[in-house]
């Protein structure tokens, strides 16, 4: 019982309100941006890989994914482990609960990616072109797609909270939520 109470104010330590509050607000608008984002990309490689072979766009985007997560990962885990935060309140969230940056960073990689490549637009093209007998590479230019669109994202926003450029929004929040607890307190 007493580690249970010690694991809970350790993730207590490790909760930063303002943090959280900016990485709801980039996810809010990753909604949006990441999915033309995705499909930009997914239709660019499309256009770049034509004539050329199934197998070697796979091993293009084997590598290429790999190379994108292994930097994101790496950066959104020193995010986590300096700010607490990082441009996703899940990741976030996880790495609050388990004080594991590299672990909650992993599985929100695995999260994002599954959730953006299976819901998109892309995929229901897809779909219908499938159905149709068109046997598309566009399965694997678009898990590209998906994978360099959330990479990049990723990377640079958590570039921006690594290396203090959301600071001052940060420290306007804290000064708000402040000046807010001291005017309740006071009633």
Known sequence: MASVIE???????RINPEGLAISVTLESASILAVPALQVALTYAINEISKG????????TAIG???????ASIIIESRTLKK??????????????????????????HGTNFLRTYVL????????????????????TENALGVGLSLGLWNIGFNSLILNHH???VVK????IRETVSRHFKRR
């Not at 050329?52 to 091993?59: A, C, F, G, R, S």
């Not at 290429?64 to 292994?70: D, E, M, T």
């Not at 995929?123 to 219908?128: E, K, Q, R, T, Y």
């Open 7 to 13: 694991a809970l104010q350790q993730a207590k330590k």
């Open 52 to 59: 050329v072979p199934t197998d070697l766009i796979k091993l």
């Open 64 to 70: 290429l994914l790999a190379c994108i997560n292994i």
């Open 83 to 108: 700010q607490q935060y990082c441009a996703s309140p899940g990741v976030s969230i996880v790495n609050v609960a388990i004080g594991k940056p590299v672990i909650s960073s992993i599985l929100g």
């Open 120 to 139: 998109n637009p892309v995929n229901f093209a897809n779909v219908i072109s499938m159905t149709l007998g068109d046997q598309s590479r566009l399965f």
């Open 166 to 168: 959301v600071d001052p």
């Open 172 to 175: 306007k929040m804290r000064n």
